[in-house]
Protein backbone atom coordinates (compact mmCIF):
# COMPACT_ATOMS: atom_id res chain seq x y z
CA UNK A 1 0.00 0.00 0.00
CA UNK A 2 1.64 3.49 -0.76
CA UNK A 3 2.57 5.53 2.26
CA UNK A 4 0.52 8.45 2.08
CA UNK A 5 2.57 10.08 4.77
CA UNK A 6 4.69 12.97 4.12
CA UNK A 7 6.08 13.23 7.49
CA UNK A 8 5.76 11.22 10.28
CA UNK A 9 6.89 11.83 14.06
CA UNK A 10 6.92 10.28 16.64
CA UNK A 11 7.85 9.71 20.32
CA UNK A 12 10.52 13.17 19.36
CA UNK A 13 12.91 13.97 22.13
CA UNK A 14 15.37 16.89 21.65
CA UNK A 15 17.79 17.84 25.19
CA UNK A 16 20.48 19.56 24.80
CA UNK A 17 23.34 20.13 27.51
CA UNK A 18 24.33 22.95 29.10
CA UNK A 19 27.83 23.84 30.83
CA UNK A 20 29.67 21.05 30.32
CA UNK A 21 26.78 18.08 30.57
CA UNK A 22 26.08 19.48 34.38
CA UNK A 23 22.71 20.37 33.36
CA UNK A 24 19.80 19.64 30.68
CA UNK A 25 17.08 21.51 28.50
CA UNK A 26 14.70 19.29 27.17
CA UNK A 27 13.82 20.94 23.66
CA UNK A 28 11.52 18.72 22.56
CA UNK A 29 9.53 16.54 24.80
CA UNK A 30 7.35 13.22 23.26
CA UNK A 31 6.86 14.91 20.05
CA UNK A 32 4.79 13.02 17.61
CA UNK A 33 2.20 14.16 14.97
CA UNK A 34 1.78 13.26 10.95
CA UNK A 35 1.77 15.18 7.87
CA UNK A 36 -0.60 13.59 4.62
CA UNK A 37 1.23 14.14 1.16
CA UNK A 38 -0.04 17.71 -0.91
CA UNK A 39 -1.15 19.30 2.33
CA UNK A 40 -0.22 22.71 3.81
CA UNK A 41 0.27 22.50 7.49
CA UNK A 42 1.46 25.28 9.99
CA UNK A 43 3.90 24.56 13.22
CA UNK A 44 3.23 27.87 15.59
CA UNK A 45 3.76 28.49 18.98
CA UNK A 46 5.63 31.01 20.43
CA UNK A 47 9.56 32.11 20.87
CA UNK A 48 11.43 28.97 22.70
CA UNK A 49 8.41 26.71 21.77
CA UNK A 50 10.77 24.17 19.89
CA UNK A 51 10.06 25.04 16.34
CA UNK A 52 13.46 25.67 15.54
CA UNK A 53 14.82 22.55 17.19
CA UNK A 54 12.11 20.55 15.52
CA UNK A 55 12.76 21.76 11.74
CA UNK A 56 17.06 21.29 12.21
CA UNK A 57 16.50 18.11 13.16
CA UNK A 58 13.98 17.74 9.64
CA UNK A 59 16.72 19.41 8.13
CA UNK A 60 19.52 17.23 9.24
CA UNK A 61 21.26 19.52 10.83
CA UNK A 62 20.93 18.79 14.63
CA UNK A 63 20.36 14.85 15.56
CA UNK A 64 17.67 14.00 17.64
CA UNK A 65 17.65 12.82 21.17
CA UNK A 66 15.53 10.04 20.49
CA UNK A 67 12.32 9.12 19.00
CA UNK A 68 11.84 8.18 15.46
CA UNK A 69 11.31 10.57 11.86
CA UNK A 70 10.16 9.52 8.81
CA UNK A 71 10.22 12.33 5.58
CA UNK A 72 8.33 10.77 2.46
CA UNK A 73 8.45 7.35 4.32
CA UNK A 74 12.69 7.30 4.92
CA UNK A 75 13.78 7.08 8.17
CA UNK A 76 16.32 9.86 8.92
CA UNK A 77 18.65 7.61 10.23
CA UNK A 78 18.28 4.46 8.34
CA UNK A 79 17.45 5.91 5.19
CA UNK A 80 19.92 9.26 5.95
CA UNK A 81 20.54 9.53 1.83
CA UNK A 82 16.53 9.32 0.90
CA UNK A 83 15.13 11.64 3.47
CA UNK A 84 17.56 14.45 2.93
CA UNK A 85 16.60 14.05 -0.69
CA UNK A 86 12.38 14.35 -0.09
CA UNK A 87 13.11 17.33 1.82
CA UNK A 88 13.49 21.18 0.62
CA UNK A 89 14.57 23.50 3.57
CA UNK A 90 14.19 27.15 3.54
CA UNK A 91 16.02 28.68 6.67
CA UNK A 92 14.54 32.16 8.17
CA UNK A 93 18.59 33.85 7.52
CA UNK A 94 18.96 34.95 3.57
CA UNK A 95 22.06 32.30 3.38
CA UNK A 96 22.86 33.50 -0.91
CA UNK A 97 26.33 34.56 -2.05
CA UNK A 98 25.90 38.17 -2.96
CA UNK A 99 28.05 38.34 -5.76
CA UNK A 100 26.29 34.90 -7.80
CA UNK A 101 23.36 35.65 -9.85
CA UNK A 102 19.84 33.84 -9.43
CA UNK A 103 20.98 31.44 -12.14
CA UNK A 104 24.29 30.68 -10.82
CA UNK A 105 23.17 30.13 -7.60
CA UNK A 106 20.61 27.65 -8.89
CA UNK A 107 22.78 25.75 -10.75
CA UNK A 108 25.30 25.54 -8.64
CA UNK A 109 22.94 24.39 -5.91
CA UNK A 110 22.31 21.41 -8.92
CA UNK A 111 25.59 21.06 -8.98
CA UNK A 112 25.64 20.26 -5.00
CA UNK A 113 23.38 17.47 -5.10
CA UNK A 114 25.40 15.94 -8.24
CA UNK A 115 22.44 16.74 -10.82
CA UNK A 116 23.29 16.33 -13.99
CA UNK A 117 23.37 19.77 -16.23
CA UNK A 118 21.14 18.22 -18.60
CA UNK A 119 18.79 18.19 -15.60
CA UNK A 120 19.20 20.92 -14.63
CA UNK A 121 15.54 22.83 -13.84
CA UNK A 122 17.40 26.41 -13.28
CA UNK A 123 15.14 27.76 -15.84
CA UNK A 124 12.06 26.46 -15.13
CA UNK A 125 12.62 27.82 -11.58
CA UNK A 126 13.72 30.84 -12.60
CA UNK A 127 9.98 31.20 -14.09
CA UNK A 128 8.03 29.48 -11.70
CA UNK A 129 9.42 31.89 -8.86
CA UNK A 130 9.19 34.86 -11.13
CA UNK A 131 12.96 35.88 -11.48
CA UNK A 132 13.59 35.11 -14.91
CA UNK A 133 14.39 39.19 -15.73
CA UNK A 134 16.58 39.30 -13.04
CA UNK A 135 18.10 35.55 -13.88
CA UNK A 136 21.70 37.26 -14.53
CA UNK A 137 21.60 40.27 -11.95
CA UNK A 138 23.59 39.94 -8.87
CA UNK A 139 21.85 38.60 -5.64
CA UNK A 140 22.95 41.66 -3.91
CA UNK A 141 21.03 44.03 -6.04
CA UNK A 142 18.03 41.89 -5.48
CA UNK A 143 15.10 43.10 -3.12
CA UNK A 144 14.04 41.30 -0.06
CA UNK A 145 11.00 39.55 -1.90
CA UNK A 146 12.89 38.34 -4.50
CA UNK A 147 15.65 37.37 -2.13
CA UNK A 148 13.18 34.82 -0.50
CA UNK A 149 11.43 33.92 -3.41
CA UNK A 150 15.41 32.90 -4.76
CA UNK A 151 15.53 30.64 -1.24
CA UNK A 152 12.85 28.74 -2.16
CA UNK A 153 13.98 28.40 -5.75
CA UNK A 154 17.54 26.75 -4.27
CA UNK A 155 15.83 24.71 -2.01
CA UNK A 156 13.24 23.05 -4.91
CA UNK A 157 16.57 22.20 -7.44
CA UNK A 158 16.19 18.68 -6.70
CA UNK A 159 12.50 18.80 -7.03
CA UNK A 160 12.03 17.02 -2.89
CA UNK A 161 8.19 16.27 -2.46
CA UNK A 162 8.27 18.51 1.00
CA UNK A 163 9.09 21.97 1.35
CA UNK A 164 9.79 23.10 4.68
CA UNK A 165 9.64 27.43 4.91
CA UNK A 166 10.64 28.55 8.16
CA UNK A 167 9.49 31.80 8.53
CA UNK A 168 9.25 33.00 5.00
CA UNK A 169 8.16 36.22 5.29
CA UNK A 170 9.66 37.17 7.92
CA UNK A 171 10.91 41.17 7.65
CA UNK A 172 8.93 40.97 4.13
CA UNK A 173 6.36 44.25 3.31
CA UNK A 174 2.73 43.56 2.85
CA UNK A 175 2.46 43.21 -0.74
CA UNK A 176 5.53 41.33 -1.28
CA UNK A 177 3.82 38.90 1.40
CA UNK A 178 0.60 38.65 -1.30
CA UNK A 179 3.21 37.64 -3.99
CA UNK A 180 5.00 35.27 -1.80
CA UNK A 181 1.74 33.34 -0.33
CA UNK A 182 0.79 33.07 -4.07
CA UNK A 183 4.17 31.33 -5.10
CA UNK A 184 3.87 29.05 -2.41
CA UNK A 185 -0.24 27.88 -2.80
CA UNK A 186 1.52 27.39 -6.70
CA UNK A 187 3.80 25.04 -5.54
CA UNK A 188 1.67 23.16 -3.42
CA UNK A 189 -0.84 22.99 -6.24
CA UNK A 190 1.27 21.28 -8.14
CA UNK A 191 1.71 18.43 -5.83
CA UNK A 192 4.46 19.61 -2.87
CA UNK A 193 3.63 19.56 0.49
CA UNK A 194 4.31 22.18 2.44
CA UNK A 195 5.48 23.15 6.15
CA UNK A 196 5.82 26.02 7.41
CA UNK A 197 6.19 27.62 10.70
CA UNK A 198 5.42 31.76 10.72
CA UNK A 199 4.95 34.26 13.78
CA UNK A 200 2.40 35.90 10.95
CA UNK A 201 -1.09 34.05 12.38
CA UNK A 202 -2.88 35.94 9.33
CA UNK A 203 -0.63 34.04 7.14
CA UNK A 204 -1.03 30.78 9.25
CA UNK A 205 -4.50 31.21 8.17
CA UNK A 206 -4.77 32.38 4.98
CA UNK A 207 -2.29 29.19 3.72
CA UNK A 208 -2.63 26.14 5.69
CA UNK A 209 -5.63 24.15 6.74
CA UNK A 210 -4.13 22.85 9.42
CA UNK A 211 -1.86 23.94 12.59
CA UNK A 212 0.46 22.09 15.04
CA UNK A 213 0.52 24.28 18.20
CA UNK A 214 4.10 24.03 19.92
CA UNK A 215 4.53 24.81 23.24
CA UNK A 216 7.62 24.35 25.92
CA UNK A 217 8.47 21.69 23.84
CA UNK A 218 5.19 19.89 23.70
CA UNK A 219 2.54 19.34 20.52
CA UNK A 220 -0.50 21.45 22.79
CA UNK A 221 -2.98 20.79 19.83
CA UNK A 222 -3.36 19.42 16.62
CA UNK A 223 -5.84 19.71 13.63
CA UNK A 224 -8.07 21.73 11.41
CA UNK A 225 -7.88 25.44 11.68
CA UNK A 226 -11.09 26.00 10.90
CA UNK A 227 -11.97 22.85 13.73
CA UNK A 228 -10.08 24.15 16.44
CA UNK A 229 -11.27 28.22 16.26
CA UNK A 230 -14.84 26.55 16.73
CA UNK A 231 -13.99 25.37 19.82
CA UNK A 232 -12.91 28.85 21.62
CA UNK A 233 -15.36 30.14 23.51
CA UNK A 234 -15.21 33.92 22.17
CA UNK A 235 -17.03 36.26 20.22
CA UNK A 236 -17.17 39.86 19.37
CA UNK A 237 -20.31 41.58 18.90
CA UNK A 238 -20.10 44.51 17.05
CA UNK A 239 -23.29 47.25 16.98
CA UNK A 240 -23.72 50.27 14.84
CA UNK A 241 -25.85 52.82 15.99
CA UNK A 242 -27.61 55.84 14.32
CA UNK A 243 -27.42 58.13 17.03
CA UNK A 244 -23.52 59.34 17.76
CA UNK A 245 -22.17 58.40 21.59
CA UNK A 246 -19.85 60.16 23.52
CA UNK A 247 -19.99 58.37 26.15
CA UNK A 248 -21.38 54.54 27.41
CA UNK A 249 -24.75 54.25 29.51
CA UNK A 250 -23.46 52.62 32.87
CA UNK A 251 -25.82 49.57 32.34
CA UNK A 252 -23.57 48.85 28.91
CA UNK A 253 -20.58 49.52 30.67
CA UNK A 254 -20.91 46.99 33.46
CA UNK A 255 -22.14 44.55 30.69
CA UNK A 256 -18.40 45.12 29.31
CA UNK A 257 -19.28 47.08 26.11
CA UNK A 258 -16.79 49.77 24.45
CA UNK A 259 -16.81 52.37 22.03
CA UNK A 260 -15.33 51.40 18.87
CA UNK A 261 -16.17 55.06 18.11
CA UNK A 262 -18.94 57.65 18.10
CA UNK A 263 -21.24 55.28 16.02
CA UNK A 264 -20.15 51.72 17.16
CA UNK A 265 -20.57 49.83 20.18
CA UNK A 266 -18.30 46.40 20.58
CA UNK A 267 -18.61 43.98 23.42
CA UNK A 268 -16.19 40.56 23.53
CA UNK A 269 -18.02 37.76 25.11
CA UNK A 270 -18.39 34.32 25.93
CA UNK A 271 -21.15 32.34 23.88
CA UNK A 272 -21.69 29.87 26.71
CA UNK A 273 -22.50 32.33 28.89
CA UNK A 274 -24.64 34.94 27.39
CA UNK A 275 -26.23 34.88 23.82
CA UNK A 276 -26.13 38.06 21.06
CA UNK A 277 -29.63 38.46 21.00
CA UNK A 278 -29.70 39.07 25.14
CA UNK A 279 -26.36 41.93 24.36
CA UNK A 280 -28.78 43.50 21.51
CA UNK A 281 -31.87 43.43 23.81
CA UNK A 282 -29.81 45.51 26.42
CA UNK A 283 -28.61 48.12 24.14
CA UNK A 284 -32.58 48.59 23.05
CA UNK A 285 -33.31 49.21 26.81
CA UNK A 286 -30.79 52.15 26.56
CA UNK A 287 -32.74 53.68 23.95
CA UNK A 288 -30.08 53.36 21.26
CA UNK A 289 -31.19 53.15 17.93
CA UNK A 290 -29.53 50.54 16.21
CA UNK A 291 -28.67 50.60 12.64
CA UNK A 292 -26.61 47.40 12.10
CA UNK A 293 -25.34 44.35 14.02
CA UNK A 294 -22.25 42.09 13.44
CA UNK A 295 -20.83 39.52 14.68
CA UNK A 296 -17.28 38.34 14.75
CA UNK A 297 -15.98 35.15 15.16
CA UNK A 298 -13.37 33.87 16.62
CA UNK A 299 -9.73 33.82 14.77
CA UNK A 300 -6.26 32.09 15.08
CA UNK A 301 -4.67 34.60 17.01
CA UNK A 302 -7.32 33.94 19.53
CA UNK A 303 -6.78 30.28 20.03
CA UNK A 304 -2.72 31.17 19.66
CA UNK A 305 -3.22 33.42 23.30
CA UNK A 306 -5.37 30.88 24.65
CA UNK A 307 -2.57 27.53 24.49
CA UNK A 308 0.03 29.76 25.40
CA UNK A 309 -1.18 31.54 28.16
Not at 35 to 56: D, H, M, Q, R, Y
Not at 99 to 116: A, D, M, V
Amino acid sequence: MKNKKALEISNLYKEYFINAKKSRFQALQNISFSVEKGSIVAILGPNGAGKSSLINILAGTVNKSSGKVKINGFDIEKNEREAKLSIGVVPQELVIDPYFTPRETLNFQSGYYGIKKSKFLTEDLLIKLRLKDKANAYVRNLSGGMKRRLMIAKAMVHSPPILILDEPTAGVDVSLRQILWKNIKELNKNGTTVIITTHYLEEAESLCKEAVFVNKGRVVLIGKIKDLIKKIDKKILSINLSNKLTKIPSILKKEGFYLKNQNTLNITYKPSDVSAGSLITKVNSCKLKIKDVITQEARLEDLFEELTK
